[in-house]
């Protein structure tokens, strides 16, 4: 990534509707960057989740969907003229979108430490895939945290 401009931290606000119920919870955020202007952008993220105990095991199933506005990704994902290389073209995305299904395993240790353990699975829109910057349309993340229960 030599000779890219660094991204900075984008402070996006916005609101969020939340359902909880039993087992699940659902929520719907619209944000937008107008505290800084880092980007001038906008998203909107839609996520679902269930928990399934077992034993004392929680496994929670989640899926969810971004749309970001074309500022959002051409600022993460776009090459500006001085950025590109020979091995590296000028890149202008439009709007993109990205899905996630994700399962995480949590286990309580102690009253206050949890173990948590877990996968996700991304899928992003060609216009982000197709970044010179990005290594294709699919992510996959693993994860393992331990957490302090205050």
């Known amino acids: 990534l030599k000779g890219i ?3 900075n931290y984008d402070a996006n606000t916005g609101f969020r509707f939340t359902r909880t119920k039993e087992d699940s919870q659902l929520w719907f955020d619209v ?12 998203l909107i993220e839609g ?12 496994f929670y199933l989640g899926t969810g969907i971004n749309f970001y506005s074309s500022e959002v ?3 993460y994902y776009g090459i500006e003229a001085h950025e590109a ?10 709007v993109g979108y ?25 899928h992003h829109s060609p216009s982000i895939a197709k970044s010179p910057i990005t290594r294709g349309q699919h992510l996959v993340q693993g ?8």
């Open 143 to 150: 994860m393992i945290i331990l957490r302090y229960v205050f």
């Open 98 to 122: 990205k899905l996630l299904i994700e399962t995480v395993a949590q286990y309580p240790l102690s009253e206050s430490w949890l173990f948590n353990v877990g996968v996700s699975v991304s």
């Open 85 to 94: 290389t020979e091995n590296r073209i000028q890149y202008k995305p439009s």
């Open 73 to 75: 990704t051409n600022y």
């Open 5 to 7: 401009d660094e991204r």
């Open 47 to 58: 996520y679902y989740s269930k928990v399934m105990p077992y034993r004392n095991w929680d």
């Open 31 to 42: 944000v937008a960057d107008i505290v800084d202007n880092t980007h001038n952008g906008w």
